[in-house]
């Protein structure tokens, strides 16, 4: 057993079946603490039930000597926010971008809301000439058609859980009441930041983040990258919309406004770009400090936003 790596309430470790051999990363909890501990139990629960080539499977959930950890297959590649994106071609970030939206999809089709989509927890592997995109880092969902599971509460009102910068704005105010729209947002920031090579909103501080984010202070995507189709530009200003009812129902509409395109036959085309070997050379090797590693955190901004107003909310269809 090898240490990969630790995240805010997370340690994670390279490690290999004593029967068949095979090699593993192990999740452990890292502080004892019931509400966090709860957490990554519910982790394991909802991964082990999303089996999809986007999603980082969860093969096993060990609970032993005070202490809960997750297996994951081990991926062997570094996150998006490590790609030299500015170097892709159209044709490959459309290949990732649909990966990405593509595991999104199912997560929603499953009622389930990530909560922390940015780059860091989308994880790139090459394997026989195709480069994968696998979202990771499920420790903040919670089901939405199972929301009275009898376990402890998970989430309460008013808890900020989320990346500034990537959070949509109604998700400053409480990650307990947010939807699926509140991941669509956090695409738009993915998308943009692996299609621009920045982030959208770049903020010191949590209050910064949040008016940015309500104001939609950010550079146009054809300013920074000239060849983008005017599609990626139209997907993510409706992602990046601060009015939830605003925005695409869930992933699997936003992947439509992305590509233009429905048809599954024809979407599976994107995903399985095949990159020549040279091309695969933009994709740093795996660095096991990045890698896997959860990046929660709880932190209490010194600076909150203001309360919601009160107003019509548009409930996500099917939801």
Known sequence: ??????????????????????????????????????????EGRLQANLRHPNLVPVTDLVAQDGLVALVMDLVRGPSIELLRSQHLTVAEIDSLATGVLSGAAVMHQHGTVHRDLKPANVLVEAVDGRVNALITDLGIAKLLLDDTSGDEPITRS???LGTPGYMAPEQYRS?????????VYS???????????????????WAEAYERAVKGNRPRLSALRP????????AIDAALSPDPAARPADATELRTMWLEESDPSKIARFAKLRW??????LIPKPSWEMAMVSTLELPSPEVGPPPARPGPHRQAPGR
């Not at 993915?190 to 909103?201: H, M, N, Y």
């Not at 020549?276 to 050379?281: D, G, S, T, V």
């Open 187 to 205: 695409l738009g920031a993915l998308l943009f930041r692996l299609a621009g090579g920045i982030a959208p909103f770049p903020a010191r501080s």
């Open 227 to 234: 060849d983008v189709p005017p599609r990626w530009e139209r």
């Open 276 to 281: 020549p070997a040279e091309r695969q050379r």
């Open 175 to 183: 990650a307990r009441r947010v939807d699926v729209r509140a991941d």
């Open 1 to 42: 057993m090898s240490p990969i790596g630790r995240g805010g309430v997370g340690a994670v470790y390279r490690v290999r079946h004593v029967n068949l051999g095979s090699e593993h990363a192990l999740k452990v909890l890292l502080i004892d603490a019931a509400t966090r501990r709860a957490r990554l139990m519910r």
């Open 158 to 160: 008013g808890l900020m």
